[in-house]
C-alpha cells in the first residue's frame, strides 16, 4: 500500500468512526423514544441494543486503528 492509498484508508476510517457515532446518537434516541412511547422491548437482546454495541465497538476499533495520535482528520 502505497503512503497516499494508507492516507485515504486512514480518512475513510476516521470518517466512518465518527458517522458510528452520530448513528449510535441517533439510535439511542430512537429507542429511547420507543421505550417512552411504551413500545416493547425485549432487553439485551434487542435488535437496538446489539446493533449498538456492534456499532461502538468497531468504531472504538477504527478509532485505536487510526486515531492513534489521539487527533481525527
Known amino acids: 500500500m502505497t503512503p497516499k492509498q494508507e492516507a485515504q484508508v486512514k480518512k475513510a476510517g476516521m470518517k466512518l468512526?465518527?458517522?458510528l457515532d452520530k448513528a449510535g446518537d441517533?439510535?439511542?434516541a430512537y429507542s429511547r423514544?420507543?421505550?417512552n412511547a411504551g413500545l416493547p422491548f425485549?432487553?439485551?437482546d434487542d435488535g437496538r441494543v446489539?446493533?449498538?454495541e456492534n456499532m461502538v465497538e468497531y468504531?472504538?476499533?477504527l478509532r485505536?486503528?487510526?486515531d492513534k495520535e489521539g487527533t481525527s482528520i
Do not use: D, F, T, V
Open 64 to 66: 485505536s486503528i487510526y
Open 42 to 44: 425485549k432487553g439485551a
Open 33 to 35: 423514544a420507543c421505550l
Open 17 to 19: 468512526a465518527e458517522a
Open 26 to 28: 441517533a439510535l439511542n
Open 50 to 52: 446489539l446493533l449498538l
Open 59 to 61: 468504531q472504538m476499533y
